[in-house]
C-alpha cells in the first residue's frame, strides 16, 4: 500500500477528530489538534476548512512539510496470496446486459507491516499521533477501492 495512500488515511482521520472537537469553538481542543495535525502532515493540510482555520486562530501561512514519513506497507509475511474475484455491474435494472468485471484482489486474512519515521524535526508525541491517526483511518475507513464490498478493512 503506497505511503502516499496511508498518509491520506491519516490525515482524514485527524481532519475528522478536528471537525469533532471545532464544533465546540469555545475549547481549546481544536487549536491543539490543528498544531498536531500542521507537524505531522505539514501545511497546507490539503482540507480548505483546516487550513482556514490555522491560518486565522494559528497565524500560520507559509508551507511546510510534515515531519513524520509515511512509508509503504507490505505484507508481514508469506501467508498471503493474490486471488481471482469478479464484480458484475447491472447498469440499475435487470434489462441490461451485465458485463463481469474481472480483478486480482489479496485474500482475506493477509497481514500488513506498517511503517512510520520521525524526520530529524519530530519528537516522540508525532509519531504517536500519526500512528493513532493511521489505525483509526485504516480500521474506521478502510483503505483502497471496495471498501462498501468489503475491500480493504483493517483490524488492529
Known amino acids: 500500500i503506497p505511503g502516499s ?7 482524514h482521520a485527524a481532519w475528522l ?22 507537524s505531522v502532515f505539514g501545511f497546507p493540510t490539503g482540507s480548505k476548512d483546516l487550513d482556514k ?10 508551507a511546510h512539510a510534515g515531519k513524520i514519513a509515511f512509508l509503504m506497507a507490505v505484507p508481514s509475511n508469506n501467508n498471503w496470496k493474490l486471488v481471482p474475484d469478479v464484480l ?3 447498469g440499475g435494472n435487470d434489462y441490461t446486459n451485465p458485463i463481469p ?15 512510520l519515521k520521525k524526520t530529524s524535526r519530530a519528537i ?22 471496495k471498501t462498501a464490498a468489503g475491500y480493504g ?4
Do not use: M, Y
Open 5 to 11: 495512500a496511508l498518509k491520506g488515511i491519516a490525515r
Open 17 to 38: 477528530e478536528w471537525k469533532t472537537l471545532s464544533e465546540n469553538p469555545n475549547s481549546q481542543e481544536p487549536k491543539d489538534i490543528a498544531k498536531k495535525i500542521i
Open 53 to 62: 482555520f490555522i491560518q486565522n486562530n494559528l497565524s500560520i501561512n507559509d
Open 88 to 90: 458484475t455491474p447491472h
Open 101 to 115: 468485471s474481472f480483478f486480482i484482489a489479496v485474500e482475506k486474512g493477509a497481514e500488513f507491516r506498517f511503517s
Open 124 to 145: 516522540n508525541d508525532d509519531l504517536d499521533f500519526a500512528e493513532k491517526w493511521l489505525k483509526k483511518g485504516l480500521c474506521d475507513s478502510g483503505a483502497g477501492a
Open 153 to 156: 478493512w483493517f483490524k488492529e
